[in-house]
């Protein structure tokens, strides 16, 4: 019911700063009473929580992003401001929408990789 598009990932040095955009698309209404977050998996790791929003605005960070990353949304798309990057940070980054038990969805995942 709800598609999701990341974009704006890509190649950055070290303490540069990159843009990611998650566009949605079918049920705005579902979107828009979930909470969103951003995940990220580095090659050889688990897939870890980036960041989340719920649908009032709060926002939580991962303790090694905090700081750094700024999360925010619109009608109908989140976002990831990251900056300050750190070549740990590289990986697939995925937007998710979540509401309760039944609404789950998540996105293709864009690349980011930051070098030294």
């Known amino acids: 019911q709800v598609q999701l598009v990341e974009s704006g990932g890509g190649l950055v040095q070290a303490g540069g700063s990159l843009r990611l955009s998650c566009a949605a698309s079918?049920?705005?209404?579902?979107?828009?009473?979930?909470?969103k977050g951003w995940y990220r998996q580095a090659p050889g790791k688990q897939r870890e929580l980036v960041a989340v929003?719920?649908?009032?605005?709060s926002t939580n960070y991962a303790d090694s992003v905090k700081g750094r990353f700024t999360i925010s949304r619109d009608k109908n798309t989140v976002y990831l401001q990251m900056n300050s990057l750190k070549p740990e940070d590289s990986g697939v980054y995925y937007c998710?929408?979540?509401?309760?038990?039944?609404?789950?969805?998540w996105g293709q995942g864009t690349q980011v990789t930051v070098s030294s």
């Open positions: 079918g049920s705005i209404f579902i979107f828009s009473i979930s909470a």
């Open positions: 929003i719920t649908r009032g605005g």
């Open positions: 998710n929408s979540h509401q309760g038990v039944e609404y789950d969805y």
